[in-house]
């Protein structure tokens, strides 16, 4: 027994330096497996942290709210917008951090993302804060994918709101000074017309017979005869180009009988001077009834639109249509002007020097309706404007209030 005790305490003793080295392997792999471990866990501290920095301290706002639009969770820009601690916002309603706020808009635009989930909504806001100033807020939200939880990214949008309501008033206040500028030119052209009808006019007539009497005095003599008659002719075709002048500067009929029979003696008017052309003008609905500044402003539109067409189209085939578009329960109806032809057309995406399509648009914007145009090389060119109208107590047209 003895023997055997000793011959397993010598393989115990031999085999101590192997279980030491094995021991210290072990020992310096878990070390070197913990060292990793701080590592990572150092990293994951620094990537939360850096993380939180980013949802905490993004130019927008972060926060989360249940269907009964109770704040869960908020980033620390959020509670900046909200103007409260995070603290006092976590459980409370997300409208009563506003004195005043569409509460029905917002409700209905929640109830919309639970109602589809994984759609992006939006949803501009205007509110009053706890200071009573007046404030826009941007809403852009989605449902997670439980639907218990609305995700929502909150701007404060003032700034641009305002910009884009000073905008707007500049746009008004220039359509104001243009509809200003239209009216002044008018009158200039009526009274322009006036004076070539009632001087010129008059005193070409007492030309023309005078002349007649020499003419007639002066049969026998074939020099003063000629002559005479030269004076007659030059005095025919002054009187023609005073009547095509006054017609530019004030059409006739369109003070007597009304748009359409102005626009018809213009159709023809045209068409005697561009006789390779052909010109069909449609009239449908109600014409007769508009106010003296719509009559010349619809009336300027065709009498531009022709001239451009006999100047740059190269066509042969143009058509005016003019509509007058009714809307069953609505005050506001419209009047719809196309104008097309088949020419040449041109690139609508570069820009040109011509004066014509840019005084008609800056017609149109003054009354406040659209203008757009299709035209491609060689497919010809359509314009189409529409003009919104709505009727006075007095039973005439004004033009629609800008937007």
Same mark, same amino acid.
């Given at each position: ?17 192997? /279980? ?89 635009? /929640? ?88 001087? /010129? ?81 449609? /009239? ?120």
């Amino acid at each position: 027994m003895n023997d055997a005790h000793r011959r397993k305490d010598d393989d115990i003793d031999q085999s101590k330096p192997e /279980l030491l080295m094995e021991l210290q392997a072990h020992q310096i792999e878990l070390n070197m497996q913990n060292q990793e471990l701080r590592e990572a866990q150092q990293q994951l501290e620094d990537s939360r942290n850096h993380y939180a920095d980013l949802y905490d301290f993004a130019p927008v706002g972060y926060l989360s709210v249940d269907k009964t639009g109770n704040i869960r969770s908020i980033n620390l820009t959020g509670t900046i917008l909200l103007g409260k601690d995070r603290t006092y916002l976590i459980g409370k309603p997300f409208i009563a951090c506003f004195t005043d706020i569409d509460q029905q808009s917002f409700y209905h635009y /929640l109830q919309g993302i639970f109602n589809h989930p994984r759609e992006k909504a939006t949803l501009d806001l205007k509110i009053r804060d706890a200071q009573n100033q007046l404030r826009f807020f941007h809403l852009e939200s989605t449902a997670d994918d439980d639907n218990n939880m609305c995700r929502i990214i909150i701007s404060d949008i003032s700034q641009l709101q305002e910009a884009v309501d000073n905008n707007r008033e500049l746009l008004r206040e220039n359509r104001r000074l243009i509809k200003e500028q239209f009216l002044l030119q008018e009158k200039e052209r009526r009274t322009l017309a006036c004076e070539l009808h009632d001087e /010129l006019g008059q005193w070409l007539t007492a030309i023309r017979a005078e002349n007649e009497v020499i003419l007639n005095s002066a049969k026998q003599d074939p020099i003063i005869s000629t002559s005479t008659q030269a004076i007659k002719d030059c005095t025919q075709k002054m009187h023609a180009v005073i009547r095509s002048m006054l017609h530019q500067l004030r059409p006739a009929l369109l003070d007597s009988l009304g748009l359409p029979n102005a626009l018809v003696d213009l159709r023809n008017q045209w068409c005697s001077h561009h006789q390779h052309i052909v010109l069909e003008l449609k /009239l449908a609905g109600e014409l007769t009834t508009f106010n003296e500044p719509m009559n010349i402003a619809v009336f300027r539109l065709v009498q531009e639109s022709l001239n451009n067409i006999c100047s740059h189209a190269e066509a042969n085939w143009a058509k005016i249509s003019l509509t007058h578009e009714t809307i069953e329960n609505s005050p506001v109806e419209y009047l719809q002007l196309n104008i097309e032809d088949n020419g040449k057309g041109y690139d609508i995406n570069r820009q040109t020097t011509g004066l014509g399509l840019l005084g008609m648009r800056e017609r149109v914007i003054a009354l406040n309706g659209t203008l757009s145009v299709r035209s491609a090389p060689n497919e010809g060119t359509e314009i189409n404007i529409r003009l919104p109208i709505e009727y006075s107590n007095n039973g005439k047209t004004n033009l629609h209030p800008a937007d």
